[in-house]
């Protein structure tokens, strides 16, 4: 039998490959964006409470009733959204499973979507997976802004969608008001579609504001926007996010949903349903994160890689420009071999592997971890 594959260019991540070698190399692994601290204990009661009392059973489709309305709370106050939790919010399994539903409720072969690059890796399969055509525009190195004139540039009649992501995945940076006046003018009177990638929300940094599209109404009518629990609760094994739309977008989201994922893990959306309510857990997020951020940059000194600053997320992008001669790839499989610290190169998140001698860092990480990984790097020499 032959089977004509519908991703024929995607092979082994980056992120298998680092890991693997990691535990090959018994390397500190900066690797991957998880955290290596523990979850809340209060969280991980919560469910064990669900359990013992049976709410074991399928909850609906759309989600956990309670947890919808909570989540519609929650952004009321953040944001002054008036969120109809009934029609415009639904549990998915994690993020990237959101981020998928959207695009695939949205997309016909032929459309096109803006995708800005370096990007989290899943969204181009995604497209070509939904017989779309991903346009991409890269961020301008080093701040990794979006330039916005070749965004009007590469706009056609086959645009569908734009993909937006802040804070960014893979580097930290983050969307200004300046850019949400851009992309307004962008899709006003077009039929144009909005994918805001927010699952790093509360992992904002250095005191700027989050530039949320539930924070404009208008722009909320024409998108998808994706988040996870597993970033905010530090539970990434978890898998549990949701989508926030419009209410006519969302039906026609919930369609494509009901036959991929009937129900989402119904204990964990008790506890978090109650754990939610704790607002302190989200609201010092930030600050707490920026002190992990912050001590990586001081230990970070005692090296001779350059800093690309983040000001947002698990990650911190460095240059290693003048210091070696090799791709960024072979780069961060050296850096694992030879100084026992794994990174992921930041060419990854390229479709064409655009090289500009950047590697990411994970810093969500302990103290004694992100210690031991500087120590090694602080040993490394240039390799010209």
Known sequence: MQLQSKLPDVGTTIFTVMSSLAVQHN?????????????????????????QNGNNQYVHSNGLPVLREQIAAKYAKLYQSNIDAEK??????????????????????????????????????????????PVLISLAYPNY????????????????MIIINSPHNPTGAVLTKQDIIELRNIVANTNIFILSDEVYEHLIFDDLQHQSILRYPDLLERSFVCFSFGKTYHCTGWKIGYCIS???????????????????????????????????????????????????RTLMQQTPFKIIPSHGSYFECY???????????????????????????????YKNGEDNKAIRFC??????????????????????
């Open 145 to 160: 802004s979006i330039p916005w004139q070749e965004v009007k540039n590469k706009i056609t009649a086959k645009t569908k």
């Open 88 to 133: 415009q919010i639904t549990i998915t399994p994690g993020g990237t499973y959101a981020i998928y539903t959207a695009l695939t409720t949205v997309l016909q072969p032929n459309d096109e979507v803006i995708v800005f690059e370096p990007a989290y890796d899943s969204y181009i399969p995604n497209i070509v997976i939904n017989g779309a055509k």
């Open 27 to 51: 390397a500190v692994n900066l690797g991957q964006g998880f955290p290596d601290f523990a979850m809340n204990n209060e969280l991980i009661a919560l469910v064990n409470k669900a359990m």
């Open 363 to 384: 810093f969500a990480k302990k103290e004694s971890t992100l210690e031991k990984a500087v120590e090694k790097l602080a040993l490394f020499k240039k390799d010209l």
């Open 319 to 349: 240059s290693y420009e003048g210091l070696s001669n090799l791709n960024d790839k072979d780069f961060a499989i050296y850096l694992t071999k030879n100084y026992g610290v794994a990174t992921i190169p930041v060419s990854a998140f």
């Open 246 to 296: 419009s209410p006519t977008l969302m039906n026609e989201f919930r369609k494509v949903h009901q036959f991929n994922s009937f129900s989402i893990d119904s204990p964990k959306q008790f506890a978090l349903a109650e754990y939610i309510q704790n607002e302190e857990a989200y609201l010092t997020l930030g600050k707490t994160m920026q002190q992990k951020r912050d001590y990586f």
